[in-house]
């Protein structure tokens, strides 16, 4: 019996010893979570400045939306497959609503970087220690800036962490180009060295030349965008125009309309992501986040 007793723990104590080497960290398994679409809203709400937004709030309020429009629309029209139409159509306003938000806010912030950049830069140039030349950002950097890195010097009052502090940093800002500036300050901070400003010189001048160049390819193809939603949103005002008139869409109630309906849905989707994803410039992807 004893024999067997210690086998099974000897059993049970390897095993545990192999899980520990598959089982990720706890910070592994939080950007994990956040990888991937809600990952991906996550860093939209953050960015776009909704700081008492969370992404099930957002998920919420699609669906309340597409519920709303859904029975206003069924009670007025009385077609089910246009009012389940227009309800998919407000259940993504909210999403839509976010990410317009943030692409302004990323463009906004995209033309700031340079400027908290070179602040940092005159703080280490003038004897200030790494965290003091960040937490001043919170107080003298430009305003956008300024709340998550007042939040920054309240964490390392508290703790003396600098590395967790940075971790913190990255999660409010959300942002690919503070991912930058964070890893390389957490990489100046650990080895040292005198380069620092010269690092963040280098970093300031190449920000403020890609926030130039993106400026002018963006303002060359907005139009592309801009005639990827009209061509979008045409065909359904057309058919909001109709469904003030119950007998013109009388006939979408049968299946034959409900599935030239789903059709022109799948097409217009499929067309006007093609169009976004051909006209659009690439966004800056959280590799460092």
């Known amino acids: 019996m004893s024999g067997l007793l210690l086998g099974l723990t000897f059993g049970v104590g390897v095993f545990l010893v192999w899980w520990s080497c598959w089982v990720p960290a706890p910070g592994d398994r939080r950007r994990a979570r956040r990888s991937g679409l809600l990952g991906s809203l996550h860093d939209e709400v953050v960015q776009a ?22 029975v206003i629309v069924q009670l007025t029209v009385g077609v089910l497959p246009i009012a389940v139409c227009f309800a998919a159509i407000a259940g993504a306003l909210p999403v839509a609503v976010v990410r317009r938000r943030a692409r302004r806010r990323r463009a906004l912030l995209r033309d700031l970087w340079p400027e908290a950049v070179d602040n940092i830069t005159s703080g280490v140039r003038a004897g200030m220690a790494l965290p003091e030349a960040l937490a001043q950002l919170g107080s003298r950097g430009p305003e956008e800036l300024r709340e998550p890195f007042r939040l920054f010097a309240d964490d390392y009052r508290l703790t003396g962490r600098f590395s967790d502090c940075l971790d913190r940093l990255k999660d409010r800002l959300a942002d690919p180009v503070g991912d930058r500036l964070v890893e390389s ?21 190449f920000l403020r030349e890609d926030a130039r160049t993106r400026a002018e390819l963006e303002t060359r193809q907005s139009w592309t965008v801009n005639a990827a939603r009209l061509a979008v949103a045409a065909p359904w005002f057309v058919l909001a125009m109709l469904s003030t008139n119950p007998e013109s869409v009388r006939a979408y109630s049968t299946g034959v309309g409900a599935g030239v309906l789903l059709a022109g849905a799948v097409v217009t989707g499929i067309a006007y ?17």
């Open 273 to 289: 992501a093609l169009m976004v994803r051909i006209g659009r410039l690439p966004e800056d992807q959280r590799v460092l986040r």
């Open 185 to 205: 300050l957490r990489i100046a901070r650990e080895v040292g060295g005198s380069d620092l400003g010269r690092l963040l010189r280098t970093l300031s001048g």
């Open 49 to 70: 400045g909704f700081s008492g937004l969370s992404v099930r709030g957002l998920v919420g309020a699609c669906l309340i939306a597409a519920g709303f429009v859904l």
